[in-house]
């Protein structure tokens, strides 16, 4: 009987840990984004929108990596809701220009409120430190933290 060569290998692989804590915050965060009338998705737009003070309709779907109906679509959502306000660009009147309402930054600040309740119970076993690292070694696994999370969390 031949015995298979011993292959250097980590003794603990973490993509099944990461896959549950995954699912985890996304079904809690889930939960308490529905009663505030937001999806995941809303949310990272709006998130978007916020940190880049409004942006194009254009740059805001290359951000997302979403095609012009689907951001289309998305935008009528959280217009509809008058969480953001679209208006033509005085530059080139061929694009719009988004930007978040008064009522879009309140909205945007109850969500991330609740989703930080999530995270405090989803990683009650981590100290403060602990969270730190792990937002950084999760940053560095994404290849330096661009809009990567955001870019993820968009693609349900």
């Given at each position: 009987?031949?015995s298979?060569p011993?292959?250097?290998?980590?003794?603990?692989?973490s993509?099944?840990?990461?896959?549950?804590?995954?699912?985890?915050v996304?079904?809690?965060?889930?939960?308490?984004?529905?009663?505030?009338?937001?999806?995941?998705?809303?949310?990272?737009?709006?998130?978007?929108?916020?940190?880049?003070?409004?942006?194009?309709?254009?740059?805001?779907?290359?951000?997302?990596?979403?095609d012009?109906?689907?951001?289309?679509?998305?935008?009528?959502d959280l217009?509809?809701?008058?969480?953001?306000?679209r208006?033509?660009?005085?530059?080139?009147?061929?694009?719009?220009v988004?930007?978040?309402?008064d009522?879009?930054v309140?909205?945007?600040?109850?969500?991330?409120?609740?989703?930080?309740?999530?995270?405090?119970?989803?990683?009650?076993?981590?100290?403060?430190a602990?969270?730190?690292?792990?937002?950084s070694?999760?940053?560095?696994?994404l290849?330096?933290?661009?809009?990567?999370?955001?870019?993820?969390?968009?693609?349900?």
């Amino acid at each position: 009987m031949t015995s298979l060569p011993v292959v250097n290998q980590p003794v603990h692989r973490s993509g099944a840990l990461l896959d549950q804590l995954a699912r985890r915050v996304r079904l809690r965060g889930e939960s308490v984004l529905a009663p505030l009338g937001l999806r995941p998705r809303h949310l990272i737009a709006l998130t978007v929108l916020r940190d880049r003070s409004g942006c194009t309709q254009q740059a805001l779907a290359a951000t997302l990596e979403m095609d012009g109906t689907n951001i289309v679509g998305l935008l009528n959502d959280l217009e509809a809701e008058s969480l953001i306000a679209r208006r033509r660009s005085p530059e080139d009147r061929r694009r719009h220009v988004v930007e978040l309402t008064d009522a879009g930054v309140k909205r945007l600040a109850k969500a991330e409120f609740a989703l930080a309740a999530v995270e405090d119970e989803v990683f009650a076993a981590l100290n403060e430190a602990q969270r730190e690292t792990l937002y950084s070694l999760l940053q560095q696994a994404l290849g330096g933290g661009e809009d990567i999370a955001c870019v993820a969390a968009i693609n349900e």
